[in-house]
């Protein structure tokens, strides 16, 4: 009989998803209306604000799609995974520390994309530690309730950060100083939920150590990797699958406040209503990993699918706020499930041996969705002069990922 008690070495590994949550929440809200009040001083119009931040998050995850496959292959040497983790989670907390540091909307996106990168590529080797810290019976389990802490957990130091935002004047300091204490209270609290997984986690599964220069070995593992994936067409299927779909649920986190300051929408609605969703989504995502005993995990990702699609069609005609707090809703409720089976499902298809190398290429799929996403977005908000319009692009990308999810589960 399964014990459902969490082991400590799963909490800490939960852990780790409440501090590196807090700084993707910061980046969906407070982080895009900072940037956006650096490009009204500098007379950036509001459409152009919106695509300059969409195409930083391309930036972002273009890089980490490139390299991830190789940082992922290298993960799966002994002994590197978790230094190559620590080195990651190190490169996003300094540069989220430093980001009040510019004044030049420019500068800001730089060290933005620094900051995301090395969040994005620490999770390539949390998402492979999974098969070390947990069983494969266990692991929809554990995966959803590291979303569910991560989104409830998060809610902590952005509420604080929220606090000195909002009403700086209360407390007699600047907009500034207010900003400086958001991004360190954040880079604080990455770094403190990081550390008790860094201490305990212990690399279980390995590929065979026998290249001298494990540099050029992870590249010819990565090589390996391709072929190994192409025998696999239920996994290569997935992958593409995965691919369409997640790039709508990416997209939708980096890009909501933006989105809603474009269309004029009330900025402290926006944060509240976003808060809203983090809320939503803790009960949510443990809701589905109740669900996942008892229900193939396969068909409630093809309900979180479809979901999100009814979500991005009715994105399309949003100009007002409560439909935006409806649209906050409906994401917190599904953004959980789909994230955590989706993590869980590729876990349990993989050979354990081979975690990182196989979600190096996860990686480089969900990472590779979020930068056509953003810039298919970003791209046709400025052809076309509509924000609403950039929106219906996601709708087509949803519907993708269903038919060819659909049509991975009919193979072996």
Known sequence: MENKKLTALEKQWILYDVGNSAFILLVATIMPIYFNSLCQSAGIAEVDYLAYWGYAASVSTLIVAL???????LADYQGLKKKIFA??????????????????????????????????????????????????ERMDRVSSHGYAWGYIGSCIPFVISLVFVLFYEQFSMTIMTAMILAFVINALWWLGCTLPLLKNYKQKYYGEDVQKDKLRGSFRR???????????????????????????????????????????????????AL?????????????????????????????????????????????????????????????????????????????????????????????????LGTALVSLTAQISGSANGAIAILAVMFVIGLFLFNRAQRME
């Open 67 to 73: 390299s991830g496959p190789v940082l992922g292959t």
């Open 87 to 136: 080195l990651c989670v190190m490169v996003g907390v300094c540069a989220l520390a430093a980001l009040w540091i510019p004044t030049s909307w420019r500068v800001f996106l730089i060290l933005y994309i620094v900051a995301k990168v090395g969040y994005s590529a620490s999770l390539i080797f949390y998402d492979s530690m999974l098969s070390d810290v947990t069983t494969p």
């Open 222 to 272: 990565l090589a390996d990797s391709f072929r190994k994936i192409r025998r696999h067409r239920k996994i290569f299927l997935f992958l593409i699958a995965f691919f369409f779909y997640i790039d709508g649920v990416y997209t939708i986190i980096d890009m909501a406040t933006a989105y809603g300051s474009a269309l004029g929408l009330d900025t402290q609605g926006l944060l509240v």
């Open 275 to 371: 808060l809203v969703t983090q809320i939503v989504a803790f009960p949510s995502a443990l809701v589905f990993a109740w669900l996942a005993r008892k229900i193939n995990n396969a068909r409630l990702i093809q309900l979180c699918i479809f979901a999100y699609t009814g979500i991005a069609l009715f994105a399309i005609q949003l100009d007002k706020q409560w439909e935006f707090w409806v649209l906050a809703v409906c994401v917190g409720l599904f953004q959980g499930g789909i994230q955590a089976l989706s993590r869980s499902y590729f876990a349990q298809i993989i050979p354990p041996e081979n975690a990182g190398e196989f979600f190096g290429l996860f990686d480089i799929c969900g990472k590779g969705a979020a930068f």
